[in-house]
């Protein structure tokens, strides 16, 4: 008998890297299976990760999960993603 988990998450999760760009981005999202503290409380969102080693952008990078505060002004060239939710039932 094995301890049971209190959270799993499935991603599906693309990364890039583009040289002539200057951009390293690495998105992910979560995937139906994935819950916290029981399988019946059901996770779902986005994360992404990009980074700018040259170009207009070079050296500014942005972590984000589940989106932005909404009174943060989002530059255009970063990354929008599913905003962070769960559902129980």
Request: aromatic fraction near 14%.
């Amino acid at each position: 008998m094995g301890i049971e988990p209190v959270a799993e998450a499935k991603l599906a999760l693309k990364a890039v890297f583009i040289p002539a760009e200057g951009v390293f981005r690495v998105e992910a999202n979560l995937q139906k299976g994935s819950y916290i503290l029981s399988k019946k409380c059901h996770l779902s969102g986005g994360f992404a990760f990009y980074s700018w080693f040259s170009g207009e952008h070079e050296g500014d990078f942005v972590l984000t999960l589940g989106g932005y505060h909404p009174k943060f002004k989002v530059p255009s060239h970063y990354p929008r993603c599913h905003d962070s939710n769960w559902s129980g039932n």
